[in-house]
């Protein structure tokens, strides 16, 4: 199995359509902002996420952020988002890291992956310590950042 978590790119843009298309739009806190955009709407999105990622054209109340792809064998299955630093409203809810893998590829051990190779990028940013948010309700997210050493607080 080969694993690769890419940073968002605008060559990538009209092959990663579709799968933004397939991800929802919103679930236990994760939003994708991608979905339901024109193709043009979504070149724009994907600009804007790789400027957010350079600190450029950073919206008020908002952090840069890094978007990533996870790749399994060169297919897209998961998204995930690194936040450089906290805010107020992201130490009180949404943390440094989102994740979210394709409904289809679920329960493959992805979410697991996403979250990992995600920790890694932060280490080599030298963001320490990480800080997720898990819905109580929430049994995979837990489950992953428990396997991985999270500390609950
Ligand atoms: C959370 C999410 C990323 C997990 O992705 P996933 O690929 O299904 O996760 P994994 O297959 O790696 O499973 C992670 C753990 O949860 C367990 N798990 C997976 N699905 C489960 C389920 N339906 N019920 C109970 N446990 C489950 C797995 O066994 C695994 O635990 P283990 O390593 O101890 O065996 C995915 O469900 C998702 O995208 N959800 C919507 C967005 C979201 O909630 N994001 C997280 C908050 S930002």
Do not use: C
């Not at 790119?9 to 397939?22: C, G, R, T, V």
């Not at 790789?50 to 450029?56: F, N, P, R, V, Y």
């Not at 890094?66 to 009180?92: A, C, K, M, W």
């Not at 590829?105 to 898990?134: C, D, H, Q, S, W």
Request: net charge neutral; proline share 5%.
């Amino acid at each position: 199995m080969r694993v690769k978590l890419q940073p968002l790119q605008l060559s990538d843009a009209e092959n990663l359509y579709e799968f933004f298309q397939k991800l929802p739009a919103s679930e236990n806190g994760k939003n994708n902002r991608a979905h339901g955009l024109s193709h043009e709407d979504f070149t724009k999105w994907v600009q804007h996420e790789i400027d957010s990622a350079h600190g450029k054209n950073i919206k008020p109340g908002r952090v840069p952020g890094t978007t990533f792809v996870l790749y399994i064998d060169d297919t897209p299955v998961g998204v995930s988002n690194l936040r450089h630093y906290l805010n107020e409203n992201l130490q009180q809810d949404g943390g440094h890291i989102g994740t979210h893998i394709l409904p289809e590829y679920r329960g493959r051990g992805y979410g697991n992956i996403i979250t990992l190779e995600t920790l890694k990028k932060a280490k080599e940013m030298g963001i320490n310590p990480v800080l997720i948010f898990n819905r109580d309700d929430n049994v995979p997210a837990w489950r992953t950042s428990e396997k991985l050493g999270g500390m609950l607080i």
